[in-house]
């Protein structure tokens, strides 16, 4: 998992409360992501930053909010807008560049009845 | 239709045995093709990294290889072992660094 850590590893919420997922690395990377992993589906972009203070949204941003006050975090927020919140959510940190390789932290696994 | 495809999507096998997974791909041409591992509950861990002009790469007992001409890159795990029980994941990085393209990923199962 290298120097990236998400806590906590498992959430549970009640429906229609948001929720804030926590990303920290000490890899000194620029760049950031947050990714959703389904069963049977590929990771699906959720958010990513490639410098503090800026962020782009990704395939499937709707329903999800961030922000990138420092370099080494970037905090995810579900918010009830979010249809079907309950996922395993995974960050990631990059250097960036064109061969950059994203490391991947542990993942928090999100349930919400 | 996603630009990567994986199959089989679940495999199961013996302790000992070989195994290879397969990846095609529409993404062409691309910065870098890899594989990653992912233990259940988990976050990917990279196994091998492949440029478009390389044909095969090592790491132990995993071998990546890679046919541009098919668009295919496949993933062999020699003389299996328990803790390879995991999902595998091929992953596209597009030119100029643009956003990944993952698989969906092969479930593999190593039992004794």
């Known amino acids: 998992d290298g120097g990236i850590t998400q806590s906590p590893k498992y959430l549970f919420r009640k429906e229609g409360q948001n929720v804030t997922l926590s990303c920290e690395q000490n890899l000194n990377h620029d760049a950031m992501y947050w990714y959703r992993q389904d069963p049977g589906q590929g990771l699906r972009l959720i958010y990513y930053?490639?410098?503090?203070?800026?962020?782009q949204k990704g395939d499937i941003a709707e329903g999800y909010s961030v922000s990138r006050e420092k370099k080494e975090s970037f905090p995810l927020t579900v918010t009830s807008a979010q249809k079907n919140p309950t996922a395993f959510y995974l960050c990631?940190?990059?250097?960036?560049?064109?061969?950059?390789?994203?490391?991947f932290g542990p993942g928090t696994r999100l349930t919400v009845t | 239709k996603n630009q990567v495809e994986q199959s089989p999507q679940s495999l199961i096998i013996l302790e000992g045995k070989n195994c290879t997974l397969q990846c095609n791909y529409t993404v062409s041409p691309f910065s870098n093709l890899r594989w990653y591992k992912q233990d259940t509950g988990r976050g990917p861990v990279s196994l091998t990294i492949?440029?478009?002009?390389?044909n095969t790469k090592s790491n132990g007992r995993y071998t990546a290889t890679l046919d541009a001409d098919t668009k295919q890159s496949s993933l062999h795990i020699t003389a299996s072992q328990l803790s390879d029980s995991a999902s595998y994941i091929c992953?596209?990085?597009?030119?100029?660094?643009?956003?990944?393209?993952f698989g969906q990923g092969t479930e593999l199962s190593v039992k004794p």
């Open positions: 990631a940190s990059s250097e960036t560049g064109r061969y950059y390789e994203q490391y």
């Open positions: 930053s490639q410098i503090v203070n800026d962020f």
């Open positions: 492949m440029t478009f002009s390389e």
């Open positions: 992953v596209v990085s597009p030119p100029r660094g643009g956003k990944l393209i």
